[in-house]
């Protein structure tokens, strides 16, 4: 999907050809037509490739491109790939999918053996550097780290949010209201870090959050699966998992197994100081217990 700057509203590049088609000069109408004849294949291929479908030059493309409104043709292939994905993760397009699966007893064993291979290949796939920067971050007390999902990532947010609240301070989540956002990106630095959660269908206003938070200086580690949310773009650090799932719907199974082994890992760099805040953070909730018999101390002065 993308923005269309004139409305305002996310419209897809087909319905934004057909919209400006009577704007377009004959050239530029044909680039329109190929595009829409053989819609997204065309758009996926080179400029050049589009261009010889379309009859006309590699200049005309870009012409074309630009009275879409995009910055360049690169940027029409990510709308149109994020297009793609959008479709490829609904839950109408996996249901034919369930026809293939076994049924009764042999389902179980099918299932657990389908979970564990997307974990096994998303922990095959995770760059070693990438893991180490997101640790480093994640460590790094000087910033402060907000925490972001969407419809379903927002469970691993959550997760995530309250295990690092235990292991270090300045952490939380990202509120939902429209105010608080607002106040987060007015206030962001390079002393912030906020921590994207967006997996395929992706989320408007999470990947507008992330850009924005970005243009004010902070830093973004995105996870996502491996077709990348289009906050990538701004992201300095990328995590991917696997998505795929025996149901209609996508797994969160590999993303939470990453999120743990993040946990894990801020846990062992975190080492003494790690341990020394858990401690304290037990103690707090032992007094905060109503079941804490001890009685309050009496009010000063």
């Known amino acids: 999907m993308h923005e ?7 419209v897809t590049v087909a ?24 819609y997204p294949v065309a758009g996926l291929e080179t400029a050049a490739e589009l261009a010889t479908r379309a009859g006309v030059s590699a200049p005309t493309v870009v012409r074309f491109v630009g009275r879409l409104g995009f910055a360049g043709y690169p940027q029409l292939q990510r709308a149109l790939m994020n297009e793609v994905h959008a479709q490829m993760g609904s839950p109408l397009r996996q249901y034919p999918l369930l026809d293939q699966m076994p049924a009764g ?16 290949t998303s922990f095959e796939d995770l760059p070693a550097s990438e893991f180490a920067a997101a640790v480093d971050r994640l460590c790094d007390e000087s910033l402060t780290v907000h925490i972001i999902g969407g419809r379903f990532s ?40 906020v921590v994207v959660f967006d997996y395929r269908r992706y989320d408007p206003s999470t990947v507008r959050l992330a850009r924005a938070m970005s243009a004010a200086g902070a830093r973004v580690l995105l996870l996502t699966d491996p077709w990348l949310s289009p906050a990538a773009d ?16 996508d797994s969160l199974v590999p993303g939470l197994a990453l999120v743990e082994t993040l946990i894990t890992a801020v846990m062992d760099t975190r080492a003494e100081d790690g341990r020394a805040r858990v401690e304290r953070m037990e103690t707090v909730r032992d007094d905060l217990s109503p079941e804490n018999p001890s009685p309050l101390p009496p009010p000063s002065g």
Do not use: M
């Open 15 to 38: 319905q934004l050809t057909r919209d400006r088609l009577g704007e377009l000069s004959a050239g530029e109408r044909k680039v329109g037509r190929a595009l829409l004849s053989a």
């Open 105 to 120: 007893e042999e389902f179980i064993p099918f299932a657990a053996e389908k979970h564990a291979a997307l974990v096994r």
């Open 234 to 249: 701004v992201a300095e650090v990328v995590l991917t998992s696997r998505v795929e799932s025996p149901s209609a719907f």
């Open 154 to 193: 927002h469970v691993l947010a959550s997760y995530l949010t309250s295990h690092l609240q235990l292991l270090r301070g300045n952490v939380g989540t990202v509120p939902p209201d429209e105010f608080s956002r607002t106040s987060l990106v007015a206030d962001a630095g390079r002393q912030d870090l």
């Open 4 to 10: 269309d700057q004139r409305s305002g509203t996310s």
